[in-house]
Nanobody, 119 residues
């Protein structure tokens, strides 16, 4: 298990940018794949992006591909989500998550950080 604290959300106008951060604590952070999810009111939690422990394998949801960038700095035990060209439909609570290499599910979650994009 790894403990996660996500931050960086806020209010931004459409077309603007935000960078979310997720700080992890634990002895083996580099052994975890990291991901970002979001949940809007009345909607199910949706996958946004993830990144392997090495940073080599990266996946994005189609809705954010080309606009969002996930990255990690294992030396700082931190994963980031750079969000550019934000749209009102990006408004949601964003959660970082971790899964142990070789497992199917994300089992550790941050508390969530609110992102609100105004028109």
């Amino acid at each position: 298990q790894v403990q996660l604290v996500d931050s960086g959300g806020g209010l931004v106008q459409a077309g603007g940018s935000l960078r979310l951060s997720c700080a992890a604590s634990g002895r083996t952070f580099s052994s975890y794949a990291m991901g970002w999810f979001r949940q809007a009111p009345g909607k199910e939690r949706q996958f946004i992006a993830d990144i392997s422990w090495s940073g080599v394998n990266i996946n994005y949801a189609d809705s954010v591909k080309g606009r969002f960038t996930i990255s990690r700095d294992n030396a700082k035990n931190t994963v980031y989500l750079q969000m550019n060209s934000l749209k009102p439909e990006d408004t949601a609570v964003y959660y970082c998550a971790a899964r142990r290499t070789g497992t199917a599910n994300f089992n550790s979650w941050g508390q969530g950080t609110q992102v609100t994009v105004s028109s």
